[in-house]
């Protein structure tokens, strides 16, 4: 069974950083992307960052954290962190990162695996 923890939230002043982590286990798995989501209160699941597993590519970020937000991993460790510049009050939500098994659009949702959750709150 493939588990997935988030680390590395917390609360932050806007314009500060934050540095998100995810770590898998579960024994091995053949994977296509890890991912990160977030979800605000009242609000739907919003796709942030993606990258690809095995190949290459560049990530794909959404246009809403584009130049603040990168995401990267380190396939030895088994890891994908996200690390976010220039946080907003509006970044305030609780941050998923996702596994993807299958070859498909990595902005979508359909993701196989989600990790429980880290909050981030971002004060004004």
């Known amino acids: 069974q493939v588990q997935l923890v988030e680390s590395g939230g917390g609360l932050v002043q806007a314009g500060g950083s934050l540095r998100l982590s995810c770590a898998a286990s579960?024994?091995?798995?053949?994977?296509?992307?890890m991912g990160w989501f977030r979800q605000a209160p009242g609000k739907e699941r919003e796709f942030l960052a993606a990258?690809?597993?095995?190949?290459?590519?560049?990530?794909y970020y959404a246009d809403s954290v584009k130049g603040r937000f990168t995401i990267s991993r380190d396939n030895a460790k088994n890891t994908v962190t996200l690390q976010m510049n220039l946080l907003k009050p509006e970044d305030t939500a609780v941050y998923y990162c996702a596994v993807r098994l299958r070859i498909g659009s990595l902005d979508s949702g359909d993701y196989d695996y989600w990790g429980q959750g880290t909050q981030v709150t971002v004060s004004s």
């Open positions: 990258i690809r597993w095995w190949s290459g590519g560049n990530p």
């Open positions: 579960g024994g091995t798995f053949n994977r296509y992307a």
